[in-house]
Each structure stands twice: as C-alpha cells, then as structure tokens.
C-alpha cells in the first residue's frame, strides 16, 4: 500500500492559475493517495507595494481582497470546511464568470459560496476589515501568506504547493490534466519538488488558464 502523500495548496481564489491548479488537485485525488489541505495567501498583498501595476489591475486587486480575507476568517475559524468554499467561490468566479472589479466587486458570489460551503452567512463582515478593526481576520490572512512565501522565496506568485518536507511555485496549468495523466503529473511533480537542488522548470506561456 502506497503511503498518502499530504499536500498544502496556499492559494487566492481569484487567480486563475491558483484555480487551475487546484482542479488538477482535485482530479489527482480520484487516482493518487493524497490529502490537500488548503491555506490561503493574497494577490492583494503580494502586490501592495507595486507601482508596476495597470489601473485595471489594481481593480482587480481591490475585488480580491474580500474573497481572501474570508477564506482567512474560514481557515482559521471553519478549517474543515475552506475546501468547499474555495470550490465554491471558485467555481463562479473562474468557471460561471462571474463578480467584479474594485472593493465589493465579489461581496455577492462570497454571500452565495458561504452559503454552499454551510458556513455561517455573518463571514461576509469580515471581507472589508482592515487589520485594525475589530473582528478582521486580515492578521491571520497575512501570516498565512508569510509562510507560503518563507517556503518558496519572494519572486513568485500564486498558487504555491508544498509537498512533503518541499514547496514550490507552481505547477502553472492552462488545462486541468484529467485521469491517469493528472497522476502521471503529480508524481513528476513530487519527483522534481524533492530534489533539493532542483529550482526551476519555465517556458513563455502563449494561452490563458481555463479550468473549466
């Protein structure tokens, strides 16, 4: 019998990358002994002190924050059940296309994904509070985010996997990889993240995610 092999996913549910990957996730499960367990970390708070960045993009930023900060509140309150409300939100932000720009631009799709998730509908509260008001949970989502980058360093982005006693960024998927071919990736995958001087595997991305 082949032991499990546990998996912590950090993730932002509004990247599409992040989402991808976790589908792949998903998929693995039905033909590999894992456990994922998912913690969140924040775009937002990645780039905070970009000035790089397009007007557009910093909309987008804005909208994540509510989405994230919740995902904190659930990982740290309701941890059994931020699967589901990953899932959740995920699947109508990424999959039904659904939610918006600026600060409350996915306070909808987070009321519908708590409900989904069973989680209680008061969580909503939480998605526009600062780390010094009352009741925010942006502390815990900023921690959580601090040890997916301790894991993998600062030049990278979302989603991270550490597998075993390793991390890395990535994988980065376009296309959710089903069956025994989504295996096949998850063992390449702990093959390369457990050689200690393995770094970095990249090639110019010419297609968007789409994990639908």
């Known amino acids: 019998m082949r032991d499990t092999t546990t998996v912590t996913m950090y993730f932002d549910a509004t990247c599409p990358f992040a989402w991808a990957t976790s589908r792949w996730l998903k998929e693995v499960g039905t033909v590999r002994d ?24 910093r909309e987008h930023l ?9 995902a904190a509140a659930v990982y740290t309150e309701h941890p059994e059940a931020l699967d589901a409300y990953y899932t959740a939100i995920g699947t109508r932000i990424h999959n039904e296309k659904r939610g918006g720009s600026g600060l409350h631009g996915h306070d909808g799709l987070i009321s519908e994904a708590l409900a989904e998730a069973g ?16 009741g925010s949970y942006e502390p815990q989502l900023r921690e959580s985010h601090a040890k997916a980058l301790e894991l993998v360093g600062n030049d990278v982005g979302t989603p991270v996997l550490r597998l075993g006693d390793h991390a890395f960024f990535g994988p980065v998927l376009t296309r959710v990889p089903r069956g025994e071919t989504a295996g ?13 001087h393995f770094f970095e595997l990249k090639r110019s991305r010419t297609e968007n995610p789409d994990a639908s």
């Open 34 to 57: 894992i456990e994922v367990e998912w913690a969140p970390m924040s775009l937002a708070v990645l780039n905070e002190d970009n000035e790089d960045i397009s007007d557009g993009y």
């Open 62 to 70: 804005l909208a994540a924050w509510g989405p994230a900060r919740v």
């Open 119 to 134: 989680l209680p509908a008061s969580l909503i509260d939480v998605a526009h509070r600062g780390p010094d008001e009352e």
């Open 184 to 196: 096949k990736l998850f063992d390449a995958a702990v093959t390369l993240g457990g050689y200690p």
